[in-house]
């Protein structure tokens, strides 16, 4: 391969890339202006958390989540899509893709810490200058015990990635990373908001919907990157993730928009608050996902070995798609 190949190629993916992480931050940013959970500035004479502060706590969630599902992807490829040596070593792009999972992951743990910060500030009320002043106080908030959880497995992650050389440690950095991610959503919404059997129902489906749905992105990322071999393998995994992410949205949304209680209440709830208007959108652009999924094994996957790049740019597409609902996903976290 030329020169001018790679270089016209590694464009190729650094364009790519920067439409994914474009498409997450306009979207997270629009939907929370729309929606209405966007922050706002404090009244005059009352002291808090800046609004840049505010700010940062979805941007810097978007930013965990992100390096969280590249990070799952890049480990998902050594262990399932990439071909190990004969002696259970990995190969030279499955070390490849540790190193990088190694370096996502010590992004995601910078940003869960700016993030547990700027969360106990919000939570709190508290301006940052005196945040230092009410730490114990901070420390027992549950959500910022969560994100001090996954900041300390993420950590972990990255120091066993960057030594990571055979498939059995890959392996074990997959269970780190599955339990980094699960920490933090134990205290969210479906943690919060009810008690009982639907507190249990709406924060399960919510773990199986964030890890199905990493595992689908992650994955698809990966492909593109590592494992261009594994395209078939991908496709089914692929398949079952969307329909679980789809089963558990659907079940999550029902939970919170109060559907089981009144026939029509999820539909109107999706029509009368900003809450059920990013739970439509979230549908519409899974529907979007599922019809690219269909169209891959339709006409792209048939022609893979002929026209590769129909797959990839129809791939690259559907990445775009998938940051927009990431974006989405954590501008509906922060609405009400």
């Given amino acids: 391969m030329t020169s001018s190949s790679t270089t016209a190629r590694q464009s190729r993916r650094g364009t790519v890339a920067a439409g ?51 990070c799952g992807g890049a480990v998902l490829a050594a262990v399932v899509l990439l071909k190990p040596e004969a002696d259970g070593k990995l190969g030279q792009q499955g070390l490849r893709a540790v190193q990088d999972a190694a370096v996502a992951a010590g992004v995601w743990a910078v940003a869960s810490i700016g993030g547990l910060v700027a969360t106990a500030s919000v939570i709190l009320g508290l301006p940052l200058s005196h945040l230092a002043e009410h730490a114990a106080v901070a420390g027992q908030l549950d959500q910022v015990r969560a994100l001090a959880v996954a900041v300390a497995l993420t950590a972990v992650m990255a120091v066993v990635l960057s030594g990571c050389r055979t498939v059995a440690t890959a392996r074990f950095a997959l269970v780190l990373t599955a339990l980094a991610l699960v920490g933090p959503l134990l205290t969210g919404h479906g943690a919060i908001e009810r008690t009982g059997t639907w507190s249990v129902l709406a924060t399960g489906s919510l773990v199986v919907h964030v890890l199905a749905a990493t595992t689908w992105i992650g994955g698809l990322g990966a492909v593109i990157r590592y494992a261009k071999d594994g395209v078939e393998t991908f496709s089914r995994l692929a398949l079952i993730c969307a329909v679980t992410v789809g089963a558990t949205g659907l079940l999550t949304a029902e939970i919170h928009l109060g559907g089981r209680e009144d026939g029509w209440g999820l539909i109107t709830q999706w029509v009368t608050t900003g809450y059920g208007a990013l739970v439509f959108a979230k549908a519409a652009a899974f529907a979007v996902l599922v019809a690219i999924g269909w169209w891959h094994r339709r006409a792209t996957l048939p022609a893979l070995a002929d026209r590769p790049a129909l797959f990839y740019r129809l791939a690259a597409v559907e990445l775009l798609v998938m940051a927009g609902t990431v974006g989405l996903a954590v501008a509906l976290s922060r609405t009400p």
């Fill in 20 to 70: 994914v992480v474009a498409s997450g931050i306009v979207v997270c940013v629009v939907a929370l202006l729309l929606a209405g959970g966007a922050p706002k500035s404090l009244p005059a004479g009352l002291h808090g958390a800046s609004l840049p502060v505010s700010w940062a706590v979805p941007v810097l969630r978007l930013l965990a989540d992100g390096a969280a599902i590249f």
